[in-house]
């Protein structure tokens, strides 16, 4: 399916593309609020500016996609793919990734307040001053993340793999932190006050 096929189908009330091939294609600035997609192969397209809130993308596959300030709140995105994919500024808040795959994406100032990420895998993924507030992070995987002035307050970090993530200059007030693996973790002026039940602080490097 080409763009303006897409677009010329959903103006006319056609919300549900399941499984399409769009990959490496131009979908900037395009509006796809609530759109179905879900099993869609969207790898390495771009799909900067877009509105997509609601959208339906569970499964989808963006990875190596630019999603540059997209507009993802409120959307279904369970086991999606978004690996290696450009997140500066995205909008996830309430979406639910669950499962979702975003090992070494790039989500510097993102938007994942109340967003659930629970069990997703973030190894290596850049969440620099990203907005975690109220996120469900719980049994996610961020070893070798970054989370340099991210807002994690008032986060669900039961059983997070937090080994060797960088988390300084992050707040921490009240997360919950449970049973996370803090080996190797840097937490170098980062503001906490956990209600944690069993942290573990001697193999963090303060």
């Known amino acids: 399916m080409k763009v ?11 919300r549900n593309f399941p499984r ?11 509006f796809l609020a609530g759109v179905n997609l879900s099993q869609a192969n969207l790898r390495g397209s771009n799909l900067a500016g877009s509105s ?5 993308l ?3 596959i963006l990875a190596q996609a630019i999603l540059w300030r997209v507009n993802l709140s409120k ?3 369970i086991l999606a793919c978004l690996s290696h994919a450009c997140l500066i500024r ?7 990734l669950h499962k979702a795959d975003l090992r070494k994406a790039d989500a510097r100032l993102a938007d994942l307040r109340n967003a659930d990420l629970t069990g997703a895998d973030m190894r290596g993924i850049n969440l620099s001053y990203a907005d975690l507030r109220g996120a469900n992070l719980a049994g996610a995987n961020l070893s070798k993340a970054n989370l340099t002035g991210a807002n994690l307050s008032n986060t669900d970090l039961y059983k997070v793999n937090f080994s060797q993530a960088i988390i300084d200059r992050t707040n921490l007030i009240n997360a919950d932190l449970s049973c996370a693996n803090l080996d190797g ?3 170098w002026d980062s503001s906490y006050r956990s209600v944690a039940s069993s942290l573990k602080l001697m193999d963090m490097v303060l």
């Open 4 to 14: 303006n096929e897409l677009i010329e189908r959903y103006g006319a009330g056609n």
């Open 20 to 30: 399409i091939d769009l990959q490496r294609i131009n979908l900037s600035e395009i």
């Open 52 to 56: 997509l809130g609601g959208a339906i």
């Open 58 to 60: 569970n499964e989808v």
């Open 75 to 77: 959307s279904f995105m």
């Open 90 to 96: 995205t909008n996830f808040s309430q979406a639910d």
């Open 185 to 187: 973790t840097s937490l």
